[in-house]
């Protein structure tokens, strides 16, 4: 995003897939590509792209490794730094590093394609990559739980991973008070009937449907037994899967018909995420802002990645920002969290990087970022003041 | 490994596992830990470490980061590149450069720690680990399996991984001429009556054992139906499968006490590798050492890497390593293959680096030696000529 006096440079005409091996699960395609066209591309080969964001359809593969993006499946498929296998770069020079290949090993040297994954454009452009593809799972399961207190939440995870196991591939948490906001907000219905104080979505993906429902049948009768789900659904349809998935993805979208919206993404134990969010309520309320202010927390339990959103109604007040920023930064800080799990550092967070990495570390990035941009001309005002 | 004049630092006293965050699946510990040790600590826990190796009793956490170690568990559990969290390094200047997190998400700033995992020691000396684990499966299943040509290898690989999907954890390959070679200097009978041009060894992890077992047995009926597979056995002990994991492992240690043994270590696509067998061996042949020297292949089918130990009967021959040197390595240069696939460089393989990373590339890595060891004192002569 260009704030200043940057040039934009579009790669959106760089859309080719150069090649797929679906033996090898490996592809080749240009930064352009549209992330949800590549997804479609792969159904045919049984494949499927390693990553999923809610704004898939229009995003740049070039751009999920630029700010390696997390999304989705990160749980179940993991990170664009296990995930990118190979890139080309075009660096402030001129010089093209090509360090471009499919193959799932290569220990020759330092990994420089790294170093370009979550480096948010500031050392050069990545134009190609090289990926590693998931299978893509034949049945796929959708639940959406609730849970009487904290600890039975924490508990429905520790439960769902080791009976779920190897076909858990999302468990997203959503707060009780977010959820009311929310479907005020979208005029909706909850998927289960109790309210709840917290809520998680479990997704599976698995090669056999079969043999899936009857591992989820056991998790909830045991789960039940166990007193740690309140209320609960397994959706039957497609409509009714899409319908508990609009929960999660309202967290996000909703707010923003409601108010000024101002985005946390922080990184921290899932175990602690009810402190955060409670700790972020009562200082907004103790500000004075009780009226104006509401906040929604939800986030990727299973990856240890808090979102919160804060509502500012009905417009922007840079008071209310202002708090909750010292707040939320301020606490992760303190406790060792990250101020940025999956959306970079940009212009925003600029003056929150050493919330999270020390002095030495940032100085160390800092002789980095001048050894392939001595002149600061990539992103510039983006991660380091310039 | 020391060749000339350089200084061993032990890291065997820093052995402390730091902490275990059970809910998350997490782990910090210093870098001396033993891999076996974590294994077994972990196991209480419901967890495991996402590497296994065959040196695991006796190799170290930080040594696993700084080689990036690939080992038997690669396809399931993903690179070091994606498990490892954090780290701290002590810098050649003294400094420390403290990375270290148990954070599963973290986008600030270049990702430093990324660097030193597979830098072989070359810029710091890595001495304390945050890793994400994995979940101790409730299930382990093994299968060993003979397939009548090399396509239907190929399509045994992928219906395992299409009908076995999630559960699959090793698909591994050992040749005909191979297994009859180790057979023979093992003393052992093979896992399946039948003789067959190409093997393959197949393990799953997962949560449920009557369910992987029933998809072990549909996806073994569909394969025998489909004339793929040529005889086959399912372990139904621990002894058995210890027997057929015997058979790979012995791939890689039986030839030492054959003869003198040339380790290759080539990542690439996985359909290819029948290619790469056959021509070792027809050079070894044109170059007049058929009668000295055997070839053993074998590897990862699923990861992409091949191995192929040549063994020179009975001791060390100069020329037989200049001729299957010169053509393995040239080969997977002319082919766009990796010289190293989880070996690293160190000092052998060292004039072998721009055959799989371009001069400009290398040209690169040695700014990033430079940047951070500018006197050239961490693991020297390896890598890069000093």
Redesign the interface.
Known sequence: VPVFDEVVISLKKMNQVIDI?????VMRCEAGCVLETLDERLKEH?LMMPIDLGAKGSCHIGGNVS??A?GLR?MRY??M???VLGLKAVLPSG?????Q????????????K??F???EGT?GIVTEVGLQLA?L??SVQTIFLGAPDWPAL?NI??RA???????LSAAEMIDGEALDLILDIMKERSPVEKRCPYYMLIET????AE?DQ??LMEFLAAAEEAGIVADGTIAESGAQAKHIWSMREGCAIAPTSAGHVRWYDI?????NMKEMIDLAREAVSVAGFADKAKIIGFGHFG???LHINVVTIPEFDAAVVEAVDRFVYGFSRDR??????????GLQ?RGY?TY???E???A??R???D?FDPNGIMNPYK?FAP
Do not use: W
């Open positions: 091996d679906d033996l090898g699960g049984g700010t390696a997390g990160y993991g990170s730094h296990g995930n010089e093209v590093l090509d360090v290949n499919t193959l799932r090993k290569d220990n020759t040297g330092y990994d420089m790294q170093l994954i979550g480096a050392l299978t799972p034949k924490c995870f520790r991973r080791s009976d779920l196991g190897e076909i993906n698995g090669s056999n043999a009857a591992k990184s921290m134990p899932s175990v990856d240890g990645n060792g969290y990250s101020v940025s799990a999956e959306h970079g550092i967070k990087l999270t990495k020390s030495a570390t940032v160390h990035m002789k980095i970022k050894l991660m």
